[in-house]
Each structure stands twice: as structure tokens, then as C-alpha cells.
């Protein structure tokens, strides 16, 4: 066989064998790993007048290490965020609000 022709034929080789392996590893053999427990902090927010405040809410209070969602309702003016409480907690969310110009308070 030519050089070029052993080349594919091994690229094959090697790749129906990794083909083999992913399927046959169905993840039994690995850990479980817990997700962390999340906590959720609703917060009265003041100063939402527009459209465009509720977006600076969210990404403000997101921009906290550890929280992973935060809902906006902007007629009841108050966010909900979800967080670990292991990475940060209520008052550190509610400061980011705040300094970006929404006064936030946990209820």
C-alpha cells in the first residue's frame, strides 16, 4: 500500500476505536458530584422608572461572583436572584444594585 492509503486506514483504525470507547463508557464508573445548594434573596429595588432599568439591575446584581440568575419585575420594582451562599450572600447583591444607582434591600 501506499504511504498515503496507511495513513487513512490507521486515521480510521484509531478513530472507530475512540468511537468504541465513547460508547461503551456510559459514566457509571464516575463520581457524583452534588450541585451546590442555591439560595434565592428577593429584593425591593428603588428607582426603576424605564424600560432600560430592570436590564441595569440584572446585570449589575449578576456581575456578583456566585450568583447564577436574577429575574427583574419591574411593575412590583423588586429582582429575585439565585446564589451560592458559599461564594456571596444578600447584602453583596444588594450593594451591586445599589451602586449602579438602584437602591436594593432584601424583603
Known amino acids: 500500500m501506499n504511504k498515503t492509503m496507511m495513513i487513512g486506514v490507521a486515521v480510521l483504525a484509531l478513530a472507530g476505536g475512540g468511537v468504541t470507547l465513547a460508547l461503551n463508557n456510559s459514566g ?6 452534588a450541585d451546590a445548594a442555591q439560595a434565592q ?3 425591593a429595588i428603588e428607582n426603576m422608572t ?3 432599568c430592570p436590564i441595569t439591575v ?3 446584581m449578576e456581575g456578583v461572583t456566585g ?3 436574577v429575574e427583574v419585575d419591574f411593575d412590583a420594582k423588586t429582582a429575585r436572584a439565585s446564589y451560592d ?3 456571596t450572600n444578600a447584602a453583596a447583591i444588594a450593594a451591586a ?3 449602579a444607582g438602584y437602591p436594593a434591600q432584601a424583603i
Request: charged share 20%; hydrophobic share 40%; with cysteine.
Open 28 to 33: 457509571a464508573d464516575r463520581p457524583v458530584v
Open 41 to 43: 434573596t428577593t429584593f
Open 50 to 52: 424605564c424600560a432600560m
Open 58 to 60: 440584572k446585570t449589575a
Open 67 to 69: 450568583v447564577s440568575a
Open 85 to 87: 451562599p458559599k461564594r
Open 97 to 99: 444594585s445599589t451602586n
